[in-house]
């Protein structure tokens, strides 16, 4: 690798790198039980949900369509990032959660990143509503069909915990190149869920925009990730 390559290396991953092997070398899978919870949880939906018994009890409690009551979307949308899609493989859904939810519960704490994962995956869920209302004559719309997809799976929550931790630890090549990869998506592939991997990074955004201010507004003193200064942190 050339020195301009390493250099970029450095800057880029350098931080994030650090933070996440001191942890796995600090404390091995226990540094990610929330992640390692939600890979085992993500597996036994996929093998109930193919059973001839348990389709449809996965259905009732993590099934989300826009078609579906408020209420019951809302109540449902939680579990729906668990329970993968019928027609994608599911090691995808577990490689995303494993390595994903990973890293973020070692960057950012088991709880902030739930919490960054629920929004960017009920971002996706509300967007689909607001999609369909607009029709699929508006550039966000969606067509009346979609509100029948079921709408599950862990990609919405990948997506936007990817951009939180890039814009945290300021991997901002990583940050864009994720969010230029859902739109080309987009463009591609014009469907529900490309669309609600762009809701999912504009909820997060705002976020980020948030979190930003609140940073503006200390007294700086604190080192930033990406200084020569900054530790990272270990998180419980």
């Known amino acids: 690798m050339s020195p301009g390559l390493k250099g970029f290396a450095r800057r880029e991953w350098g931080p994030l790198f650090t933070t996440v092997r001191t942890a796995l070398a600090a404390k091995g899978w226990r540094a990610v039980p929330m992640t390692l919870a939600a890979v085992c949880l993500t597996a036994l939906f996929q093998l109930v949900q193919n059973q001839g018994w348990g389709y449809q009890p996965v259905q009732d409690i993590g099934s989300v369509r826009a078609e579906d009551p408020l209420g019951l979307a809302l109540l449902r949308t939680p579990l729906s990032l668990f329970v993968p899609a019928l027609d994608l493989p599911v090691w995808g859904a577990l490689a995303q959660i494993l390595l994903v939810f990973g890293i973020a519960e070692i960057c950012l704490g088991r709880w902030r990143t739930l919490v960054l994962a629920y929004t960017a995956t009920l971002a996706g869920t509300l967007y689909a509503r607001i999609g369909i209302a607009l029709g699929p004559d508006s550039p966000l719309g969606l067509p009346a069909s979609d509100a029948r997809v079921v709408d599950t799976g862990p990609s919405?929550?990948?997506?936007?915990?990817?951009?939180?931790?890039?814009?945290?630890?300021?991997?901002?090549?990583?940050?864009?190149?994720?969010?230029?990869?859902?739109?080309?998506?987009?463009?591609?592939?014009?469907?529900?869920?490309?669309?609600?991997?762009?809701?999912?990074?504009?909820?997060?955004?705002?976020?980020?925009?948030?979190?930003?201010w609140r940073e503006g507004r200390q007294d700086g003193s604190e080192p930033r990730p990406g200084t020569r200064s900054w530790k990272p942190p270990i998180r419980s």
Do not use: D, S
């Open 156 to 212: 919405a929550a990948v997506v936007g915990l990817a951009v939180f931790v890039c814009w945290r630890y300021r991997a901002w090549w990583t940050g864009a190149l994720v969010v230029v990869a859902m739109v080309v998506e987009v463009l591609v592939k014009n469907n529900l869920a490309g669309k609600e991997h762009l809701a999912a990074i504009a909820a997060v955004l705002v976020l980020v925009a948030c979190a930003a």
